[in-house]
C-alpha cells in the first residue's frame, strides 16, 4: 500500500507568483484535503476534492485553487502570491462517500517561502 | 463554532513514565470523530489513535489511550513507557460525521527526556 505523497519537499517564490503543489493520494482512496500550517500553528482547512469536485471550502481566497484528476491525485494552486502564504501545505487523503468521510492520512508536506 | 484547544503548549516526561496530553473541543453536532495526530520534525502528520463519539469505550492503541469525556467535550492522550521517539507536536482534531475538514487545535509540545 502506497502512502500519501507530495512534490516539491520545498519551495521558494517570490511575492506575485504563482505556484502549483502537487499531492498523490493514498491507494484505495477518492478524497483529498488541502491544508494551510503556518510556523507554531495548527493546519487550517483550505478545501477538499471528492470525486473531481470541490466538496467544501475553508476560509481562502479565491486565489487559492485546485484540481483533482481521475487518479485522485490533487494540485494545489495559488496565485499572486503574499508573503502571508509561507507555510507548510499539507495534503490527507481519505476514502469518502457522499455524507460520510473517513479518517484522513497525510502527507509530508510542502514547504513553501515567499520572499 | 467548531473549536479545538489545547491547553498545554509544552510537556515533558522522562523516558519509560507516563504523560497525559490535554485536549477540549467545542461542536453543536452529537456524531464526530476526535483524532490525535503526531507531527515530527519530519513534518507528516502522522494519526495516533480514533476514537468515535458514538462509542463509549476508549480507544487504545498499544501505548497510547484516550480519556474520552463527551458531556464535558475532552479527549486527552495517555502515553504509557514514552519513548524517545515519542518527541513529537501532538495536535488534538475532530471531525462531524459527513462533514469535509478536520477542526485541530494549536498543539502541545512533548520532550522525551533521557
Known amino acids: 500500500e502506497t502512502g500519501v505523497t507530495q512534490s516539491p519537499t520545498h519551495l521558494i517564490k517570490t511575492r506575485g507568483q504563482q505556484v502549483t503543489l502537487r499531492c498523490s493520494s493514498q491507494s484505495g482512496h477518492n478524497t483529498v484535503s488541502w491544508y494551510q500550517q503556518a510556523l507554531g500553528q495548527g493546519p487550517q482547512f483550505i478545501f477538499q476534492?471528492?470525486?473531481?469536485?470541490?466538496?467544501g471550502r475553508g476560509n481562502f481566497p479565491p486565489r487559492f485553487s485546485g484540481l483533482q484528476f481521475p487518479n485522485y491525485s490533487s494540485e494545489l494552486n495559488v496565485n499572486a502570491l503574499e508573503l502571508d502564504d509561507s507555510a507548510l501545505y499539507l495534503c490527507?487523503?481519505?476514502?469518502?462517500?457522499?455524507?460520510?468521510?473517513?479518517?484522513?492520512?497525510f502527507g509530508p508536506g510542502t514547504r513553501l517561502l515567499v520572499l | 463554532a467548531q473549536t479545538v484547544t489545547q491547553s498545554q503548549p509544552e510537556m515533558s516526561v522522562q523516558e519509560a513514565e507516563t504523560v497525559t496530553l490535554s485536549c477540549t473541543y467545542d461542536t453543536s453536532e452529537s456524531d464526530y470523530y476526535l483524532f490525535w495526530y503526531k507531527q515530527p520534525p519530519s513534518r507528516q502528520m502522522i494519526l495516533v489513535i480514533r476514537?468515535?463519539?458514538?462509542?463509549?469505550q476508549n480507544a487504545t492503541e498499544n501505548r497510547f489511550s484516550v480519556n474520552f469525556q463527551k458531556a464535558a467535550k475532552s479527549f486527552s492522550l495517555k502515553i504509557s513507557d514514552s519513548q524517545l521517539g515519542d518527541a513529537a507536536m501532538y495536535f488534538c482534531?475532530?471531525?462531524?460525521?459527513?462533514?469535509?475538514?478536520?477542526?485541530f487545535g494549536t498543539g502541545t509540545r512533548l520532550t522525551v527526556i533521557p
Open positions: 482534531a475532530f471531525h462531524t460525521t459527513g462533514a469535509n475538514n478536520l477542526f
Open positions: 476514537q468515535e463519539a458514538y462509542k463509549q
Open positions: 476534492y471528492y470525486r473531481e469536485e470541490e466538496n
Open positions: 490527507a487523503s481519505s476514502w469518502g462517500g457522499v455524507g460520510k468521510q473517513e479518517t484522513q492520512y
